[in-house]
């Protein structure tokens, strides 16, 4: 499929139908492959969100999704799965013109991904069993899992078809009604997703979508009184702001997955520094570093800090910003020229503190108008300097060079984030210290973004709580239920 086949889905999906925003306006989705305007998008906003509120709520009490069988519903999502694939070519065009992903990186990995999120779900929520609590006999006490009702489902630019299966499957599986609100950048293939789960045979109003501005509908749905749920994943700033709405409006939970600044320890018995080195730059060079978890900092032995930095400016060499259409491109555009100009300006700081820039740090223009980046490589001693504290998002790695495993340890939980973090090592027993001793949600031992979807994904400290993936995901969307039984 090339571009002039594309049909582009531009209106909010509200209860089983395409509509215009109330207001009328729209906002311009942007390419950053080029910087060419791809559709004007329905400008969600408080009205409409209101829209989708209710019409997920009528759905949620009309009870033909919360009330039908877990094996029924479990069927409208592999069904949805299906047809994710079948649409696989459309899907992957979208994600890599709406957010500069290569197209081979979105054909192989986000589209399957989400639809196999979906299929995952599926074929799991038949398999969830309730309690019976230990009483006395002359009572029976059944403990059961219940949908929440309306769940308001915020996905960022990043992976927005990942990312939104992540939310929207769990709590479509556990009978729930969804919002989901995509990102202003990227709003293109989730209106294509809602299609799909139509057609799949999800009821009108069970998904809806409304695009639209942060300030306007993503506030509105934030401190919508019949909203239960707030599932986000973006920014600390923006995470924080959801709390406040939802202690201003109905006290809905919340859970939030806020990014990271995810280090790699490479220990002087590193079983294999080659390796080391290889998943190092994929962890910080995949998807241009726009990757929550992204290992965007290598803390390494002093004693083979030399030759881990020479291994890994070969890395940055194989990273070579391309057109995201093309095949053989494997370092896409970033979001926008906005974003560049804040990546860009992290690296000019760390200059100016006097990191040392390795190599990289400069704009690249492989598509006119595009928004494109070289591999970055910054060596610092300096722990407090922003470029090591604060979440960058683009391919810019830092490297901290460490005199023993406790300083390395004290300087991987030296910042304020705690999504992900590696260890490189032989020595199993150190391997388990530090695993233990890390302040991650997720800690890898040899190897870097191995993923699972039977494995939960969140953080600590201030890159959130609640988790993602597994089991474990369907706990955040339904509530506990107690019903006691007397047989006396």
């Keep these: 499929m090339n571009v002039s086949e594309l049909t582009i889905r531009s209106q909010a999906f509200l209860d089983g139908e395409f509509a215009p925003a109330a207001s009328g306006r729209t906002f311009a989705t942007v390419s950053p492959r080029d910087g060419r305007e791809l559709a004007q998008v329905a400008r969600g906003d408080r009205e409409d969100v209101d829209r989708a509120v209710r019409a997920a709520r009528r759905a949620f009490e009309r009870g033909d999704w919360a009330l039908a069988g877990p094996a029924q519903r479990g069927r409208v999502l592999i069904r949805l799965a299906e047809l994710m694939d079948a649409h696989l070519e459309e899907l992957a065009l979208l994600e890599a013109l709406d957010t500069g992903h290569p197209i081979g990186d979105a054909r192989a990995v986000d589209v399957p991904n989400a639809a196999r999120c979906f299929a995952w779900y599926g074929e799991a929520i038949d398999k969830v069993y309730g309690q019976i609590a230990p009483t006395a006999a002359d009572a029976l006490a059944l403990i059961s899992r219940e949908p929440l009702g309306v769940v308001g489902a915020v996905v960022p630019?990043?992976?927005?078809?990942?990312?939104?299966?992540?939310?929207?499957?769990?709590?479509?599986?556990t009978g729930n009604s969804v919002v989901l609100k995509p990102a202003e950048q990227s709003p293109l293939s989730a209106l294509?997703?809602?299609?799909?789960a139509a057609e799949a045979g999800i009821p009108p109003g069970v998904l809806n979508v409304v695009p639209g501005y942060g300030e306007e509908a993503g506030e509105a749905l934030g401190r919508h009184p019949e909203v239960d749920k707030i599932a986000f994943t973006g920014s600390v700033a923006v995470g924080r702001r959801f709390q406040l709405y939802a202690g201003e409006s109905n006290g809905k939970s919340v859970s939030l997955e806020l990014g990271g600044k995810s280090p790699q320890l490479v220990l002087a018995d590193a079983p294999d520094l080659d390796a080391a080195a290889s998943a190092i730059g994929w962890g910080i060079f995949y998807n241009a570093g726009q990757t929550c978890h992204a290992g965007s900092r290598v803390i390494v032995a002093r004693s083979i800090a030399d030759e881990l930095v020479a291994l890994l400016q070969e890395q940055a060499g194989r990273f070579v910003p391309g057109d995201p259409l093309e095949e053989s491109t494997v370092l896409g555009a970033l979001i926008s020229d906005e974003h560049l100009d804040t990546v860009i300006g992290h690296v000019e700081r760390a200059r100016a503190d006097g990191a040392r820039i390795i190599a990289g740090g400069e704009r690249c223009e492989p598509v006119p108008g595009g928004a494109y980046m070289a591999p970055t490589l910054i060596e610092t001693e300096d722990a407090s300097l922003p470029i090591v504290q604060q979440e960058v998002f683009g391919p810019v790695l830092v490297i901290q060079p460490a005199d023993d495993v406790d300083h390395a340890l004290a300087l991987a939980n030296g910042t304020r984030y705690g999504l992900a973090a590696a260890v490189w090592t032989a020595n199993i027993t150190t391997a388990g210290r530090l695993a233990r001793s890390l302040r991650a949600g997720t800690v890898w031992v040899n190897t870097f973004d191995a993923a699972s979807l039977a494995t939960p994904f969140g953080g600590m400290k201030d890159s959130g709580h609640g988790r993602d993936r597994s089991l474990q995901a369907l706990e955040a969307y339904t509530q506990c239920?107690?019903?006691w039984i007397s047989l006396a």
């Design 481 to 483: 239920k107690t019903t």
């Design 157 to 173: 630019w990043n992976y927005p078809l990942i990312i939104a299966a992540w939310k929207l499957a769990p709590a479509l599986a």
């Design 192 to 196: 294509a997703l809602a299609e799909l």
